[in-house]
């Protein structure tokens, strides 16, 4: 798939120095976000699928795709791009199924073992991490912290693209496309930021700084 991930902002507004997500979603945009993933795992479906409403026109008017973490119904009900799955939802076959053959759809994997079996059920693309550890998500010890090494031996394991997640910064971000990785995927690098649009821009040059260089 020709879809650019350098710089995937997961959403969070529990970790948006109280800001909105609309108001991040469209700082990010203004820093040159490639992917947008509606997160928001504290609040409802209801809450979620209005705000996907949103998002969906902010994220459709600047040509970013807009993900939908876990929830393949409200991916639906808001004409999302797609959607991003976990070891806890429903199979990436019942994504492709339910929302048809032109969504994005990913899957969050830890090892190359997991990688190669989410590509073979039709991953578009994956999620790889913990890399640096991360306290947005309850992980696994296996989960967690995974580092560089292991984000090498996915690259050698699969050849559909991913992007680095956990512990991700505009600092370290150019290690991780270094060892592999097609980009990275931030909360709050960027929902944290005091200034999100300049924080989404240093981590897209990180970003095309390490690309270069592969």
Do not use: C, W
């Not at 991003?84 to 199979?91: A, F, Q, R």
């Not at 997991?114 to 991953?123: C, T």
């Amino acid at each position: 798939m020709s879809q650019d991930f350098g710089v995937y902002l997961v959403t969070d507004a529990g970790l948006s120095a109280g800001r909105s997500t609309p108001e991040i979603v469209e700082a990010a945009i203004d820093g040159g976000v490639d992917v947008v993933q509606l997160r928001e795992k504290g609040t409802s479906a209801r809450e979620r699928y209005e705000l996907g409403l949103e998002l969906r026109e902010t994220t459709r008017a600047a040509g970013v795709p807009l993900i939908v973490n876990d929830r393949i119904d409200i991916a639906a009900a808001i004409d999302a791009d797609g959607v991003h799955l976990g070891d806890d939802d429903l199979p990436v076959s019942v994504a492709r199924e339910r929302l048809g053959g032109d969504a994005i759809v990913g899957r969050s994997v830890s090892t190359p073992a997991a990688a190669r079996e989410a590509v073979a059920a039709g991953a578009d693309y994956l999620g790889v991490g913990a890399v640096f550890g991360t306290t947005s998500k309850e992980t696994t010890p296996e989960q967690s912290n995974v580092g560089l090494d292991r984000v090498r031996a996915v690259r050698e394991a699969v050849d559909v693209p991913f992007v680095g997640i956990g512990g991700v910064t505009p600092e370290n971000a150019d290690s991780v496309v270094d060892a592999g990785a097609d980009g990275v995927a931030v909360i709050s690098a960027i929902t944290g930021a005091e200034d999100p649009a300049a924080a989404t821009r240093r981590l897209a040059g990180a970003v095309e700084g390490a690309s270069a260089d592969v």
